[in-house]
């Protein structure tokens, strides 16, 4: 059930999802909200397990009829912005993400993760697959890690900070639908980033009308790039609030931070989502900041950073990032 | 209008398009034909416009509510197969390309095409982007030859040969639906690959009950590559054979002509295709033909050829051709 | 023992190598010849047997004091060629290669191939290497085929056609000494295509005064790509005819034969070699063939054929191909 | 003139070059030093220039008779380390890198750095090359700052702290010599890699005996990845301790600090680098620490960093990390 609560005309929603999507694109809007709403959710694990630990029941999975979906990355909303119009950006403040569960599974898939070949399917000739292997962590909130225990290993116990993000996050593509949450794109989608945590804002191109906002996976901790292939995944709470700025195009997701302005770009091979995200933030610097543009791919060549968010996915996912400290005072 | 001709429960089915499809999926069948069944009917260029050189009208363009599509490669069909089940293999023999304009276009797009860059988008930051400039093809069907005059070049005039093919031929694929039919994968798509041509057979796996096929773009010449992104772009009259084999999976498109078994695989980066078309016919020769693994991988090494069908589109394909007088007598 | 002999100032020569060499570059020269000259010599097989089946002695290995040299494709040279100057065009006509021995050998290397992983080195991590098999074919030169026999294989015997071409030849390259004979890039070197074969003519970049020509690695057969990093590896008597083209410089290798005028380049990833190659085949019709560079794309995409040279070496081979039927009449 | 200082048998030597290397391999050896000695010497900007701004003269710089070096990344010694053995490990202390000049330079070249083609050489087709331009940073060694003036620009002024590190560092190659400074690879070399700055430890290999270190390219400062080519290119005092583990073979740099164990390797495309040192790490994890393989991999995804140290070089390097704090107690 839905409530919301209305200050000077914004309001603050609470929305339980009652379907969870595996599509990013105009699906059936769950939910309508106004720029400068606040919205508190849930989101479920990308392998589909709840708070509870409890698989979503199959009538609470999206379906299209005649089609197979793949299950994974459940999504929550899709949240339609009134007012959001093609050629507007999107923001997302990531108010929260509270985790609200004592536990997260990883696991090393047989055909998945980059230690395999970077193909899709079963492409093993020679070889073996990877023995796949699950792994059980405790997440202690209390304290804010998470807890492996490997009892036949040296290490015996490892205790690692959480840091939760939204590892997929997105809207309606420029074109159709994207069939497979696990794709991301320049509408967002699954890029497993660490950037997309609390208290950062994620701008996304508005393609289609009301927007289309998704988010969910959320994961506990990953390491750069999700080698793997899977992070700590677990269920959340989530509290964002969205707004619009009207008449402003953007091609790919940015995202900000109190430290940092960056780009997050997607694409095969990896060198190609390298030159996307610095292309953008370079762009970026030119027509919002004022640069001059061979100054600013001089600055961004010498105090640049840079995350790989996965190499796992349909499409890589990196981040280039830019130091607010060295953007002119506005 | 659609009609068919019975012969001995095998039918000659005339179909003539009332919607032209952006997707490969479970759209609505158009039509519903049996194994064995033969398929008269019409396709427009890429572009999308007809035998008379006109652009399809609007009702005839396929429309999903809410989402726009990128109107680009309509697609005839899609044919739903009786029989046809997940874990068969759909066999499609191309019985004509009859070629049914005297044009073609080709053009020559600002950020389309290998001379560009790899990434989707406008990606161009210190360099502008390339001029677009379109060519006009005359199509001598007569003398089976494509024509450009180039009246300011030392060329003047240029005549080759046409080998008319489908660029884009597919099935729905393994999850949801592919929203933009650019794009090649496991169930076929826009492979654009000249094997692809009459008298070819080609093999598609069947994800989803019924199959789905579609069939469109064809190329009356094409390069390797389809290096500046756009072949001799035209429509044509097609006449296809469907039929079935129960029980029997295959994870990429294969193709067979008088002269050799081929697999064709797409994937970024370009080096993926290679690998995967490459992996699949070795797994063709021992599964279906009984090589013992090393050896069939030997005598690939030796005697295989492989095509490059296009480094354009969201996925590049390739295709790995074993010489059928090197298979065993069956 | 040279000799050579001598027909209106140009000279036939018959050059017995001494030495053989695994490096590129202004090594002591083992023979000099003027442009016009015919050089007719022997080389040995990629892993150093010659034609008797010998591994050719310790004596006649190159050495370098204090280095370890990577002893595959030893190379006969390195010919000075007096006259030629760096931006200078060294053309190499490919008289003929005969093969000089009843036997070539190939295998499936346990970490070298493109089934293998792309890297250098043992990469191998969580799957077992391949196994190494060894494979012997005979050359039934009177026949021109090579037979490998199978005893336990459905296939029992396999005949293919044999068609010798040099899959080493190159000169010093533009910097320094390549070190590793196994390796193709601007100065041409192990670009294992099998356009270098008899009656062909390839053009080679002078980067230094002499240009220091070396050829080896004689295939008599190899299918596209080289896919498991062998292919039918034997010893061959070769003769070439050597000129230059004086103050005519070129970026990368050309080939030439009846039918075609080719481009070899090298890098990686894959899609680099193919947009080089391509790229080179533009510049090469717009500068020498009075194209407009538009047009040359045009006609390039239309009729172009490409073929991969390797797939395995340190940097991967694309030949890009144009037809010379579509050249301006001269 | 050299110097050494003798404690218990261990020295400390001060080097002053004579000459600057452009090669890795075992080229004449400048220096002997023995395991457990201290090295204090001076290393020259990539571009050549020392300690004064002005360029090293002629006789200075490494030649070699018939060939021509590309005289970038001038490198100091090489220092041949008695005692060590191939199959042995060289341990690298960097000490102490004081910058001894008060300016750097950087550039954006017309052709190089990853916002161009990823190819060597020229390969603008349509597209005019950048412009090329230069930078000039002042640097004040007091407040450990470098400072950019840019008058024309809303920015002004712009300081960056400093962070000096050995741009290039590696030992003689497996094979041959690398004659182009600029390449990185197993041997090391020019990784560009802001790792490898003041105490932190690298290991190399040592694939000949006396390892011949070489060192150099110092910057000042450098962001993720070096995109443009060129950091805050500068000369420096440069002090390192060198050590020598025997019986210990490393297949690719290693580099540790206080907080990481990390692995640093070079290839293309950039997600075989990114593989490659991510392999590595689970090889080290294993070998070294008894992890459990795929206990390795899944901690090293969960916990791991990863940084690009360059995109532009002939082969790109990546670095990956992992936090020793999750490594079993010794």
């Not at 009134?82 to 004592?102: F, H, K, M, Q």
């Not at 697959?129 to 209390?142: A, G, H, I, V, Y």
């Not at 960056?262 to 390298?274: F, K």
Request: aromatic share 10%.
């Amino acid at each position: 059930m839905q409530s919301g609560y209305d200050i000077v005309g914004v309001m603050e929603h609470n929305f339980q999802p009652r379907k969870y999507y595996y599509t990013y694109g105009p699906n059936e809007p769950a939910y309508r909200v106004k720029p400068g709403d606040t919205i508190s959710t849930t989101t479920v694990a990308a392998g589909g397990s709840d708070r509870e630990g409890n698989p979503i029941p199959d009538e609470m999975k999206q379906t299209i009829p005649g089609t197979v979906l793949r299950q994974s990355n459940p999504l929550t909303g899709p949240f339609y912005v009134e007012g959001a119009e093609p050629g507007d950006t999107l923001v997302v403040e990531i108010r929260d993400i509270a985790l609200n569960r004592p536990t997260a599974y990883s696991r090393i898939p047989a055909h998945f993760g980059c230690h395999t070949e970077e193909a899709p399917g079963r492409v093993f000739l020679f070889n073996a697959p990877l023995q796949t292997r699950r792994f059980d962590w405790k997440l202690d909130r209390e304290r804010n890690v998470g807890v492996l225990d490997l009892p036949g290993s040296r290490l015996g116990r490892v205790e690692i900070p959480l840091h939760p993000f939204l590892g997929s996050i997105g809207v309606a593509p420029r074109f159709g639908r994207v069939e497979m949450a696990l794709t991301p794109g320049e509408y967002g989608g699954n890029m497993d980033c660490v950037e997309t945590g609390k208290d950062s804002i994620l701008y996304l191109p508005v393609f289609v009308r009301g927007g289309y906002l998704v988010f969910g996976d959320v994961h506990a901790a990953q390491g750069d790039g999700e080698l793997c292939g899977v992070a700590l995944e677990t269920s959340s709470e989530v509290c964002v609030r969205v707004d619009v700025v009207k008449g402003k195009p953007i091609e790919w997701p940015r995202i900000e931070d109190d430290e940092w302005i960056m780009t997050a770009c997607s694409s095969r091979p990896l060198m190609e989502a390298y030159k996307l995200a610095h292309y953008e933030m370079v762009r970026w610097l030119v027509e919002d900041y004022g640069f001059e543009r061979y100054e600013a791919l001089q600055l961004l060549s010498q105090v640049g950073r840079c995350r790989v968010g996965n190499v796992v996915d349909p499409r890589y996912t990196v981040v280039a990032k830019y130091p607010k400290k060295y953007l002119p005072k506005q």
